[in-house]
């Protein structure tokens, strides 16, 4: 067992390692567990699903920026996994802030398919920016906005790490 010293603080209680992983554990628990998991390959976060009655498992798939938080909601049924819903955050601060979503479902439902969830998150964020610059008494070029979309939502796709 070995003890960790620390050499600034005469007056404090020196503890094992083992004590200090517990303690860091306690403090800092890693995302990966009962409630997400991180999958690096795709840097994505997975959150548990729940089942319905029906059998269908619904989950969401998240990814983050420094700019953007994006949520694909899914449910998985017997044949299909459907896309349900996008909801795309922006950062306030340090507090994530929804900024749009859209959901399919009932007679529109969507068949998930990656390249299509992604076309419409860009997609929504373009509309997003044209708003806010039309709230302020700008305009941008329409394909100025989807380029700079595009960037953001890959920017979503870099590993962190």
């Known amino acids: ?13 020196t503890i094992t390692t ?9 403090k800092l628990p890693v995302i990966t567990g009962s409630l997400w998991t991180y999958i690096p390959d795709k840097n ?4 548990r699903g729940y089942t319905s009655r029906a059998g269908n498992t619904y989950y969401q798939v998240i990814q983050a920026s420094e700019r953007l938080i994006v949520c694909y909601d899914i449910g998985e049924g017997y044949k299909h996994t459907f896309l349900n819903g996008i909801k795309i955050f922006g950062w306030n601060e340090r507090t994530p802030r929804l900024i749009c979503s859209r ?11 990656e390249n299509f969830a992604r076309s419409q998150t ?13 709230l302020s008494g700008k305009y941008a070029d329409e394909q100025n ?15 962190i790490a």
């Open 1 to 13: 067992m070995e003890i960790v010293k620390n050499e600034k603080c005469n007056n404090s209680v």
């Open 18 to 26: 083992s004590e200090l992983t517990e303690f860091r554990n306690s």
């Open 44 to 47: 994505i976060f997975l959150t």
């Open 103 to 113: 959901k399919w479902g009932g007679s529109e439902w969507i068949k998930f398919n």
């Open 122 to 134: 860009k997609i929504m964020l373009k509309d997003h920016m044209a708003t806010q610059l039309q």
């Open 145 to 159: 906005l989807l380029s700079m979309s595009e960037s953001m939502i890959n920017s979503l796709y870099r590993k």
